[in-house]
């Protein structure tokens, strides 16, 4: 089974700042998808940003960018130029490329922008 | 732009007693999840179904059902409500290898 870890359950950081939440996974797959996703309080889970696992490069979504380490099984978000907005709960989570498979969940890292 | 509804957003139970969370979606996906969210435990899988008329185990299953009966609804039953089981509901669809799509989630509460 897949596991997925969130070392951090809350951090802080100054507005305009750059902070970066880790993830690591577990699995023996070597095909797979990663993503993060953000729940403000509004409890909407929204996504932020995803990787496939055969590319290579890493991916952004503006502010937002991962850093991928397949070998080290490792997947961390970085948000730039943070913003009050982006206070939130940021949960890492886990897919294989075989049909009909679920997400597999951290435990989420809880954000705060601080102004 | 309706994406993944759930109906109700709120409810209150007595132990003992049963009802159905719905969930719709109008996006023809052919993947649903139910999840749990519960403090310092991430979102935890209930059920899920791969299509119309499947419906599989995942993490916690125990004291929940679920049906399938038409591809866009995807109903989470409870038989016989436990205190255990209040926590914040969640559903989910996703097409092929895409992102899942989140309702906007369901806050249960059991006394």
């Known amino acids: 089974a897949q596991t997925v870890t969130q070392s951090q359950p809350e951090m802080s950081v100054q507005e305009a700042e750059t902070v970066t939440l880790s993830c690591t996974y577990d699995t023996s797959e070597s095909n797979y998808y990663l993503f993060w996703y953000k729940q403000p309080p509004s409890r909407q889970m929204i996504l932020v940003i995803r990787?496939?696992?055969?590319?290579?490069q890493n991916a952004t979504e503006n502010r937002f960018s991962v850093n991928f380490q397949k070998a080290a099984k490792s997947f961390s978000l970085k948000i730039s130029d943070s913003q009050l907005g982006d206070t939130a709960m940021y949960f890492c989570a886990f897919m294989r490329a075989s049909s009909g498979d679920k997400l597999t969940f951290g435990t989420g890292t809880r954000l705060a922008v601080r102004p | 732009n309706a994406g993944v509804t759930q109906t109700p957003k709120f409810r209150v139970l007595k132990t003992g007693q049963s009802m159905t969370l719905l969930c719709a979606q109008d996006m023809n996906h052919e993947y649903m999840y139910w999840y749990r969210q519960d403090p310092g435990m991430g979102l935890r899988l209930i059920h899920y179904s791969v299509g119309e008329g499947t419906t599989a185990k995942g993490e916690v299953p125990d004291g929940y059902n679920v049906s399938r009966l038409k591809k866009q609804n995807f109903l989470l039953g409870l038989e016989s409500a436990a205190p255990s089981q209040t926590s914040v509901y969640f559903c989910?669809?996703?097409?092929?290898?895409?992102?899942?799509?989140f309702g906007q989630g369901t806050r249960l509460t059991v006394v």
């Open positions: 990787q496939e696992a055969y590319k290579q």
């Open positions: 989910a669809s996703r097409r092929g290898y895409t992102e899942a799509f």
